[in-house]
């Protein structure tokens, strides 16, 4: 199931979330009308904490994190980093790493084996990430774009990249994960894919702005419907043309 929200008017969703099979992050702010549907869909299974990162409400662009981990960025305060450690369950690893590149989630994409990095990302960051998620890290730029966690999102069981994914690069990172891919756009065309929706392996939270067309390839790729992934490629060209037009 996908559903549609925004938060405070900005259908970027997935700059103020963080949603993984383990847990969910939603930023400390004025908005219940965002908490509410979060908490309506996820509490009887995940937690869903409220929390900020360096003092900012942006937290699904500066922190990474699956099922078995959570990287944030050396501008975690400490309050903020034992807050978290006292909500996320215990099996969740919580590192804080120092990296220039400090905005984790535009340049790292990541399900709960592998993660896509920035090519420019520290090895030491490579090797914390590696650590603290228990995943494989390949270093890649989708559509000549090096922030990997801006313009694609992967779960277990697929993942969705930058609309000007070409299809030989699509089958290549299909190979590499070992996941169903598609190019495609949220947000009614925006290519921000990362940026623009939250997704795990049964619930994706997209941007207002996103269309019933995307919305069904969302739900196909992630196999978050009954349909699976037989249709994606129609409605890709579906997509496409929409674009175009």
Request: a negative charge.
């Amino acid at each position: 199931m996908a559903l549609r929200t925004q938060f405070q008017n900005s259908s970027e969703i997935g700059v103020f979330a963080k949603l993984t099979n383990s847990y969910c992050l939603v930023p400390v702010a004025e908005c219940e009308a965002f908490y509410s549907v979060f908490e309506g869909e996820l509490s009887d299974v995940i937690k869903v904490i409220h929390t900020t990162i360096g003092g900012c409400r942006i937290i699904g662009r500066l922190s990474v994190g699956n099922k078995k981990g959570l990287l944030l960025p050396n501008s975690t305060t400490d309050k903020e980093l034992q807050h978290l450690r006292n909500s996320l369950p215990d099996s969740v690893k919580i590192s804080r790493v120092e990296e220039r590149l400090s905005a984790l989630g535009n340049v790292i994409a990541c399900n709960d084996y592998v993660a896509l990095v920035h090519p420019e990302l520290d090895r030491e960051t490579e090797e914390v990430l590696a650590d603290t998620l228990g995943v494989e890290v390949f270093r890649q730029t989708l559509a000549g774009q090096v922030l990997v966690g801006s313009y694609c999102s992967i779960t277990n069981q697929g993942g969705m990249v930058h609309p000007k994914t070409s299809i030989e690069d699509q089958d290549e990172l299909s190979s590499l994960l070992q996941l169903p891919i598609v190019a495609g756009t949220v947000n009614r065309g925006s290519d921000l894919v990362g940026a623009g929706m939250v997704v795990n392996d049964w619930i994706a939270f997209t941007g207002l702005a996103t269309t019933a067309t995307e919305i069904s390839l969302v739900e196909s790729i992630f196999k978050l419907s009954d349909k699976g992934p037989s249709n994606v490629n129609q409605m890709r060209s579906v997509l496409v043309e929409s674009m175009v037009s």
